[in-house]
């Protein structure tokens, strides 16, 4: 007997280790792979232009971190404008090469994107339990084209990406043995990620709520967990907003970005405040009919139009003009509930197509079937995830989902053009796919069972 159970333990052990090789060895393959890909499309096509967009200012950012000035966007003037993690980064990777060339910078876009397609691997298998599906899951950050096709532009995405994905697999660790080092762990990717971008913020909501989840006899234990959570968020973010009161004096919790996304929703896009009377108004489009959709709000750049100029002519300069405009598109957005809600529906929409930031803008019918057959999927994976989850009482899962709803929700109102705000969170949408359906399965499976046992017992 004693032969048997020590020959079984072997077994088990055996089994550990080829299951640990085979996720080094997948993860490496994925990695590679995912390298070569973006290396060959940007041997073929070439690095694009970074003028005239956000680009051209995370780059200016950067070269003065790698410089030694500081996030400034001149080398002199500190900002708050944009959020600080990924112009630190990439500052710290062109020290670090001894290089501020936009090759070297493309260069860091390659590594971070490539990193996500084994990361992807991982939570995929770590979410379902299936290898062949965590494959195809990391296969397809590796090779699906309007993933790679904007690693070329120096933005904020790929480090997005990474943090969202590597909080995915921290929080599904966490909550299956939750010790306090997880718990920090899991924090620290929350505040690492509100560094790259506000809306990671929400971390401090959402933790909480999974804990009102829980059993009743587990409930205690994992608030204390998720207020370890809460705590390393505020202490990761906490030095930041000192930095930013210090260089501003104002209170800005990450950036001072917010006000301009107001103004770009109440004009969807096509307003540039006016700063002094002698700067002429520039001519945009008002409106614009797209595939489906239409852009442009007349009524709102009117609006805003008269207010920057009311402010002008009172005589008045920076920082009052701009915040003066920011307040009236702030009262805009709360008394049109029906325009919000039209703009949040038609970014729901855009959110869940491809990124059209790179060189595939123009092949439509490929977006077309891209939506239908990846894009759609996955937005009803996050729907019907979010309701298993929750019914189930899954709180890691449950809090990936609210987090990708409540992040989606945030940017739908200012997405134009395509799904860019949504790139960062394709590998949790994989990931919750594959719960959804893996979900479903399984309680098919126990209801067959069940009644299979009821009617041999004769108690059906």
Known sequence: MSTEV?????????????????????????????????????????????????????????????NGFGLSPDG??????????????????????????????????VLVQ??????????????????????AGGLFVALYPFIFSNVGLVMQESIQMLLATAIGVAVVKWYRHRTVWRAVFVGLLFGLGALSKAPFL??????????LLAPHYDRRMLFRQCGIICTVIILVVLPWTLRNYFVSGQWILINSQGPAGQIWAVADGNFIIRHSLAQPLREVPTFQSGIL??????????????????????????????????????????THPAYVFKKTVRGFILLFSPD???????????????????????????????FRSLRDRNVGISILCVF?????????????????????????????????????DARTTYIKSRNRSLISTGRA
């Open 6 to 66: 020590l020959s079984k333990a072997d077994d088990r052990k055996i089994g550990v280790l080829k299951l640990k090789d085979s996720t080094v060895l997948w993860s490496v393959v994925l990695f590679v792979a995912a390298i070569i890909v973006r290396l060959i499309y940007l041997g073929t096509i070439g690095i694009p232009s970074q003028a005239g967009g956000d680009a051209e200012e995370y780059i200016a950012l950067a070269r003065n971190v790698a």
């Open 76 to 109: 002199v003037t500190s900002t708050t404008f944009r959020p600080p993690l990924f112009s630190w980064l990439l500052g710290m990777w062109c020290y670090w090469l001894g290089s501020t060339s936009l090759q070297t910078m493309v260069a860091f876009q």
């Open 114 to 135: 490539s990193l996500c397609a084994p990361l992807t691997y991982l939570l995929v298998r770590d979410v379902v339990s299936h290898e062949r599906l965590a494959l």
């Open 202 to 211: 929400i971390g401090l909501v959402i933790a909480p709520f999974g804990g």
């Open 293 to 334: 959709l239409t852009y442009g709000n007349a009524d709102g750049r009117a609006y805003l139009t008269k207010v920057n100029n009311d402010l002008l002519n009172e005589g008045l300069g920076e920082p009052l003009v701009t915040e003066g405009v920011a307040a009236a598109a702030r009262s805009y957005l709360l």
């Open 356 to 386: 059209t930031s790179g060189k595939l803008t123009g092949f439509l019918k490929t977006r077309l079937a891209a939506i239908a057959l990846f894009h759609f999927p996955l937005a009803a994976g996050l729907l019907v995830g979010t």
């Open 404 to 440: 990708a709803a409540v992040y989606l929700l945030i940017h739908a109102p200012v997405a134009v053009g395509g799904g860019r705000y949504c790139l960062p969170l394709l590998p949790l949408l994989i990931a919750i796919t594959g719960y959804s359906f893996t979900a479903y």
